[in-house]
T-cell receptor, first 114, second 113 residues
Framework: NAGVMQNPRHLVRRRGQEARLRCSPM?????VYWYRQLPEEGLKFMVY????????ESGMPKERFSAEFPKEGPSILRIQQVVRGDSAAYFC????????????FGEGSWLTVV | GQQLNQSPQSMFIQEGEDVSMNCTSS?????WLWYKQDPGEGPVLLIA?????ELTSNGRLTAQFGITRKDSFLNISASIPSDVGIYFC?????????????FGKGTLLTVNP
């Protein structure tokens, strides 16, 4: 049973470009979460999605960031017009329900903005 | 929002020693979770705690859910080199937002062989 798959694992973008991070949840999981980890920090909740619905985006910056989880295909975290402060590790997690012990994290996508 | 204070920030120990780290919160949590993160990887769940006072073991790891529900500790006994990594505590609330995990800043563990 494949785990949570994220790609790309590493992404370098110039300031002003767009970054798209993809996440395929574990098989049978319909709940997807995105977390951001800044250097030497813990993970911070960004957004919670179910298929075709954004349930909670309270942790997302108001501008430039968006997320989707379409009916078909992976969840996408999109960052427009990236700035240096967006450099971080972005982790996707999935679960079959909302219990803490059933949330599995992917290996992360490391974004570097130069 | 909720904050978790995790200590110590880092530890340097000799192989074979025991390790203890803890988390305290300004808020009550219904679930405490402990994760380990290796460099360049995602966090992996080690132990989940669901009841105040609960003491749970996973091999050489033991974790406890504090009675006040505002703290938790993790112990690692007889450390080995592969224990190296960053250990995170995370709390989960009950109610409408119980899907959210609030993470501490992590404890970096270095084990000298």
């Amino acid at each position: 049973n494949a785990g949570v798959m994220q790609n790309p694992r590493h992404l370098v973008r110039r300031r002003g470009q767009e970054a798209r991070l993809r996440c395929s949840p574990m098989k049978g999981h319909s709940h997807v979460y995105w977390y951001r980890q800044l250097p030497e920090e813990g993970l911070k909740f960004m957004v919670y999605l179910q298929k075709e619905n954004i349930i909670d985006e309270s942790g997302m910056p108001k501008e430039r960031f968006s997320a989707e989880f379409p009916k078909e295909g992976p969840s996408i975290l999109r960052i427009q017009q990236v700035v240096r402060g967006d450099s971080a590790a972005y982790f996707c997690a999935s679960s079959p329900d909302i219990s803490g012990n059933t949330i599995y994290f992917g290996e992360g996508s490391w974004l570097t903005v130069v | 929002g909720q904050q978790l204070n995790q200590s110590p920030q880092s530890m340097f120990i000799q192989e074979g020693e025991d390790v203890s780290m803890n988390c305290t919160s300004s808020s009550i949590f219904n679930t405490w979770l402990w994760y380990k993160q290796d460099p360049g990887e995602g966090p992996v769940l080690l132990i989940a705690l669901y009841k105040a006072g609960e003491l749970t073991s996973n091999g050489r790891l033991t974790a406890q859910f504090g009675i006040t529900r505002k703290d938790s500790f993790l112990n690692i006994s007889a450390s080995i080199p592969s224990d190296v990594g960053i250990y995170f505590c995370a709390g989960q609330l009950s109610g409408g937002s119980n899907y959210k995990l609030t993470f501490g800043k992590g404890t970096l563990l270095t084990v000298n062989p």
